[in-house]
């Protein structure tokens, strides 16, 4: 593996950012480039796709349920484990957090701090859009500031940069790796 810029300690590590913000091709890049094993993502998306066939807040308690279970399976063992969901609402990280104390591991925050111009612009891009997502966008500048993050339990907060700040996924997947302490 070639040099990054960001070493995240093998963990818990936590996606936060609304809908469209880019989580899933950023988790997907860092697979690509071998910054993380491919089973170490956890995506409550591709979990109700595996047990649905789609995405249905109907299916959620036991969507995130089993995601739970693979996450805390993952970081029992002693390998990372990256929960890729949107964990913009508080009682989301707080239930994440709860795994890693139980596994022993520290939890890093990864941030997807993006504009509401630039999340209904790539929401519109997507095949499924999302009615609410000024409501994520709120909701993460509320609640998901680094200082807050930190006061929650994250002991590393980082902010992935994106389009607004000059990368693109592959330029900022290229900074981070996840590792052993």
């Given at each position: 593996?070639?040099?990054c810029t960001i070493a995240i300690p093998t963990g818990l590590v936590v996606l936060i950012g609304p809908p469209g913000a880019g989580k899933s091709s950023f988790a997907a890049e860092l697979v690509r480039r071998g910054?993380?094993?491919?089973?170490a993502v956890i995506s409550?998306?591709?979990?109700?796709?595996e047990l649905f066939g789609g995405s249905d807040p109907r299916h959620d308690p036991v969507v995130f349920g089993e995601r739970d279970r693979r996450l805390l399976a993952r970081l029992r063992r002693g390998q990372a484990?990256?929960?890729d969901s949107t964990n913009v609402r508080p009682e989301a990280r707080v239930r994440l957090l709860e795994l890693a104390r139980q596994a022993e591991v520290p939890a890093s925050a990864l941030r997807f701090p993006r504009s509401l111009l630039t999340l209904r612009a790539q929401d519109a891009a997507r095949d499924r859009q999302v009615a609410?997502?000024?409501?994520?966008?709120?909701?993460?500048?509320?609640?998901?500031?680094?200082?807050?993050?930190r006061?929650?339990?994250?002991a590393w907060?980082?902010?992935v940069p994106g389009a607004e700040d000059g990368f693109g996924v592959r330029e900022a997947a290229a900074a981070f790796c996840i590792h052993a302490p």
């Open positions: 593996m070639t040099d910054r993380i094993e491919p089973g409550s998306d591709a979990i109700a796709a484990a990256l929960a609410d997502i000024e409501w994520y966008h709120d909701l993460m500048l509320r609640t998901c500031a680094p200082a807050a993050l006061a929650e339990g994250f907060v980082f902010d």
